[in-house]
């Protein structure tokens, strides 16, 4: 929805209430849009829940299905020591 400037100073509440519906809003100045305006988006109670339901991350001690160690072999950790710079 577009608001011109001039509509805003009339029709505020009008306004908030669509945006707080989840509409987005574009402010016009001399037939120009300059601004919009969004919902504020309220952070998850955990900071992991929105990471762990985009698939980014898993709960805590399970890996992943798709879980392939780097390294199976005896001896990597030492070779690996050995040869870090």
């Not at 989840?22 to 829940?49: C, H, N, S, W, Y």
């Not at 980014?56 to 392939?68: A, N, S, V």
């Amino acid at each position: 929805m577009t608001y011109s400037t001039q509509e805003v100073r009339t029709k505020l509440d009008e306004i908030l209430e669509k945006v707080q519906e989840g509409e987005r809003v574009v402010i016009t100045l001399r037939g120009e849009e300059v601004a919009e305006i969004l919902a504020v988006r309220k952070p998850a109670a955990d900071p992991f829940q929105e990471l762990e339901e985009q698939g980014i991350i898993g709960p805590p001690g399970k890996p992943p299905l798709d879980f392939t160690p780097l390294a199976e072999l005896p001896g990597t950790l030492a070779w690996f020591l050995e040869n870090r710079d």
